[in-house]
């Protein structure tokens, strides 16, 4: 069993009328199955209403499953008993930092958790040093967060979770409220805490750049898992994803449109740094002249 484990996870939104009676089931998610492994980068991808915010939210025990289990580190979310264990396992982080931040400083904000955790102080100050850190801001520890952008907000509120050592960090939209460099930022810091701290990281983004480094891919629909792979497998089949109303690499889109052209190139390309080595490999086999017709089809 990994770190995170779901077994036919199902979960229903209730209407309820005046009276306060079910009127109506919204099926939000629908018979998943899950295995994400300790230390593995995750990402999870669906349009709007996919479902994979509230997947996110079953792995922190803030929603309990309708039908099926989910386990964090081996425990039932439905186990009372275990709910603050669960929540120090896998914290989340989610798309509005201002949400999160209640500290009028940094460092306080950042201590807030492990304190209410009853950590010692001197630990307390070890933890907040540690993480503030790991994510690129302690020069700003003395600052107002209100003082601070958008990307710097979320890697405080990120420093915040990690403060608390989770094994396992959620991260629910997390960069989108940001503009590109805050987007930057956040991604860069999380697969560093990936990397160095061995923290296993949840992403759910709908930005495809932010997930072409992952382990595993999960793409959402309809509440359902509808594919799963690597980076590679999973952007390699374009026509399958647009079918789910979602986008692809600027890479993975140029590489198709050469390859709808006649151009014999790999399926799988993710990164303009493999785009630019794929097209030179090309060029080396078939000459300069199609690889000409390059401009044009980008320029369309």
């Given amino acids: 069993m990994g770190i995170i484990s779901a077994a036919k ?6 209407k309820l009328d005046e009276n306060g009676n079910v009127e109506s089931k919204i099926r939000a998610v629908d018979g998943v199955d899950l295995d994400i492994k300790a230390g593995d980068f995750i990402a999870i991808l669906g349009h709007n209403g996919s479902g994979k915010s509230t997947l996110a939210k079953h792995m922190n025990a803030i929603l309990l499953p ?12 439905q186990d009372e008993s275990k709910l603050w264990e669960i929540r120090q396992t896998a914290g989340m982080v989610f798309q509005n930092p201002d949400n999160q931040i209640i500290g009028t400083i940094v460092d306080e904000d950042v201590g807030f958790g492990p304190e209410n955790m009853g950590v010692p102080q001197q630990e307390i100050w070890e933890r907040v040093e540690k993480s503030l850190r790991s994510v690129g801001m ?3 520890r003395s600052h107002s967060p209100n003082k601070l952008s958008g990307g710097q907000k979320q890697r405080v509120a990120i420093a915040g979770v990690v403060a608390m050592r989770p094994k396992c960090i959620v991260l629910d939209e997390p960069t989108a409220m940001l503009d590109p460099n805050g987007r930057k930022e956040v991604i860069r810091t999380v697969h560093e805490l990936n990397r160095t701290e061995h923290v296993t990281v949840i992403l759910i983004t709908h930005y495809m750049e932010e997930v072409i480094d992952a382990d595993k891919v999960f793409v959402m629909d ?7 792979g690597t ?3 999973v ?8 079918s789910y109303r979602l986008d692809v690499p600027q890479a993975t889109l140029v590489a198709h449109q050469l390859r709808e052209k006649g151009f014999d190139l790999r399926p799988d390309i993710l ?8 097209l030179q490999k090309y060029r080396a086999a078939h000459g300069k002249q199609r690889i000409e017709e390059t401009k044009t089809c980008q320029s369309e």
């Fill in 9 to 14: 996870l199902a979960f229903d939104y209730l």
């Fill in 66 to 77: 309708s039908e099926g289990t989910l386990y964090v580190d081996g425990k039932d979310t």
């Fill in 138 to 140: 302690w020069e700003y």
């Fill in 222 to 228: 309809a509440g359902k898992i509808v594919m799963q």
């Fill in 231 to 233: 980076p590679h497998e």
């Fill in 235 to 242: 952007f390699g089949r374009v026509e399958e994803l647009k």
């Fill in 271 to 278: 990164s303009n740094e493999e785009l630019v080595e794929e």
